[in-house]
């Protein structure tokens, strides 16, 4: 028994997954030896940008559903985000991205990662658990960082494991990988790629998250992905997040974001603020006008009786 073997989705599947994404069709290609080697980061980027401006980052199933849970299973995955028009937090994204690329040929896999305190505005140097996901794609002999699934400040196309590398995120924004110690750490000679972006080249580097090289297994994400859908203590439980790039003649030029009750948009470094739902039938409608998510009857239901309902 071949115990690496990992499920994968049809031609036919992925077909629709390149027309549900609205992926040009000049990159159409269902097989990696279809492409030259020169072609496939290439391919890769395109794959990554559309995918993240028509997929959006949330967590809707752990507040507007019967059952509010998550599931990583890659056959519910592709039915919930192609064939319903919905997307995922971390590991949903990058778990279907991962079936995805490898299905195309992809030399992938993935590790496991650990968010910062800075996310949440404590700057102290600090990291919580294991609670995120990323793919690491190897293109002739050299490892990209791939991330679907980390919402507005997130890489936006595949970046090399190259310490102190600067990249474009989205204008005037900046991106890099730092190899290097945590603060946490009691063994200092340890070290993990360390994700960083800024506002502009003047402005300070906010540490993201930290990963390793190290495979993580399907196993590990379901013991992750038990911890970070149920505690009560994880932002995904207690907070309604969606979040989606904005695509621009094949630039990713802004991102549109509901948290809570707020929609706001950022576009080519100003953001503004577009909308503050006063009741659960304006969020779900912006839901729909924002990020194109229709739910259904009981899905609405579902959010009656929990922590983020908006009271009337």
């Given amino acids: 028994m071949n115990l690496s073997k990992r499920p994968t989705y049809s031609s036919e599947q992925i077909v629709s997954y390149f027309e549900h994404i609205q992926l040009p069709k000049k990159f159409f290609l269902i097989n990696l030896s279809d492409i030259r080697p020169e072609d496939q980061l290439q391919f890769l980027t395109a794959l990554q940008m559309y995918q993240m401006a028509k997929v959006p980052f949330e967590n809707l199933s752990l507040h507007y559903s019967e059952h509010h849970m998550i599931s990583l299973d890659p056959h519910h995955l592709y039915d919930k985000i192609v064939r319903q028009g919905r997307g995922g937090y971390c590991m949903e994204n990058n778990c279907f991205f991962n079936t995805v690329l490898r299905t195309l040929g992809f030399q992938v896999f993935s590790g496991g990662a650990r968010v910062s305190n800075a996310t949440n505005g404590r700057d102290d140097g600090g990291y919580m658990g294991w609670g995120h996901m990323v793919n690491i794609v190897t293109i002739n002999g050299k490892k990209y960082h791939v991330d ?64 390793t090289e190290l495979e993580f297994l399907p196993v590990d994400y379901e013991i992750m992905n038990l911890k970070t859908s149920t505690s009560r203590t994880s932002f995904f439980t207690y907070s309604i997040i969606c979040v989606k790039t904005i695509l621009e003649s094949d630039e990713v030029i802004g991102v549109m974001t509901l948290v809570g009750d707020e929609v706001k948009r950022r576009l080519k470094g100003k953001s503004d603020h577009l909308e503050k739902c006063r009741s659960e039938e304006q969020r779900v409608a912006a839901l729909e006008k924002h990020f194109g998510i229709v739910l259904g009857e009981g899905e609405k239901k579902g959010i009656s009786g929990m922590v983020t309902e908006i009271k009337t």
């Fill in 148 to 211: 679907v699934g980390f919402g507005g400040n997130g890489p936006i196309h595949p970046l090399p494991l190259i310490d102190g590398e600067i990249s474009q995120g989205i204008r005037p924004q900046e991106l890099r990988l730092q190899w290097t110690n945590i603060p946490p750490n009691i063994d200092q000679s340890q070290k993990l790629w360390v994700f960083q972006h800024r506002n502009d080249s003047s402005s300070p580097w906010t540490s993201a998250y930290c990963f």
